[in-house]
T-cell receptor
Framework: KQEVTQIPAALSVPEGENLVLNCSFT??????LQWFRQDPGKGLTSLLL?????REQTSGRLNASLDKSSGRSTLYIAASQPGDSATYLC??????????FGKGTLLTVNP | SAVISQKPSRDICQRGTSLTIQCQVD?????MFWYRQQPGQSLTLIAT?????????ESGFVIDKFPISRPNLTFSTLTVSNMSPEDSSIYLC?????????????FGPGTRLTVT
């Protein structure tokens, strides 16, 4: 059974700092990995999708990497802003085509 | 990508009653999914809804408690039946992208349900 772990569970940083969120998964037989953002009480916004054959994806200040063989992914956020404050969720699509989510990292960026 | 809307956005219901949540997509999609997010927890898949067939439920979820309809390729409903406070959650529908975005999922804004 696929398990997804996100570290840290919570992170508080001052504005402008670069930061890294970590995600690990137990079964490397995945189709892709997605990073989502969730604001309090809201739905999910897809940030980045990395296919299993890819090593990284970039969108603006966000960069996500994938090391499928070791079961790890990182989300790098450059020059963080207070508007980046949210919960960041990592999810993998397994061989059964279903998404398995981690519990998320609650990010707070302080002005 | 796909634009997904859900109704209602939130509701407060009494125990023992039922609530039907609607999910509308702006394009035709084959697979739609319903998730539950309990307070402080991550998302758990309830079922997969395919048009023209019965929904496929995950372990721990049953049709009598969470009946699902999928009348066409752009719409689905999830009913939470005989509610108890433990059903208080955010319920989200999602769809799978097509073409080059295959296996990428897009989520609706969610329905925040509180059962008293």
């Amino acid at each position: 059974k696929q398990e997804v772990t996100q570290i840290p569970a919570a992170l508080s940083v001052p504005e402008g700092e670069n930061l890294v969120l970590n995600c690990s998964f137990t079964d490397s037989a995945i189709y892709n990995l997605q990073w989502f953002r969730q604001d309090p009480g809201k739905g999910l916004t897809s940030l980045l999708l990395i296919q299993s054959s890819q090593r990284e994806q970039t969108s603006g200040r966000l960069n996500a990497s994938l090391d499928k063989s070791s079961g790890r992914s990182t989300l790098y956020i450059a020059a963080s802003q207070p508007g980046d404050s949210a919960t960041y969720l990592c999810a993998v699509t397994g061989s059964n085509y279903k998404l398995t989510f981690g519990k998320g990292t609650l990010l707070t960026v302080n002005p | 990508s796909a634009v997904i809307s859900q109704k209602p956005s939130r509701d407060i219901c009494q125990r023992g009653t039922s609530l039907t949540i609607q999910c509308q997509v702006d394009s035709q999609v084959t697979m739609m999914f319903w998730y539950r997010q309990q307070p402080g927890q991550s998302l758990t898949l309830i079922a997969t809804a395919n048009q023209g067939s019965e929904a496929t439920y995950e372990s721990g979820f049953v049709i009598d408690k969470f009946p699902i309809s999928r009348p066409n390729l752009t719409f689905s409903t999830l009913t939470v039946s005989n509610m108890s406070p433990e059903d208080s959650s955010i319920y989200l529908c999602s769809v799978e992208g097509t073409g080059t975005e295959a296996y990428e999922q897009y989520f609706g804004p969610g329905t925040r349900l509180t059962v008293t």
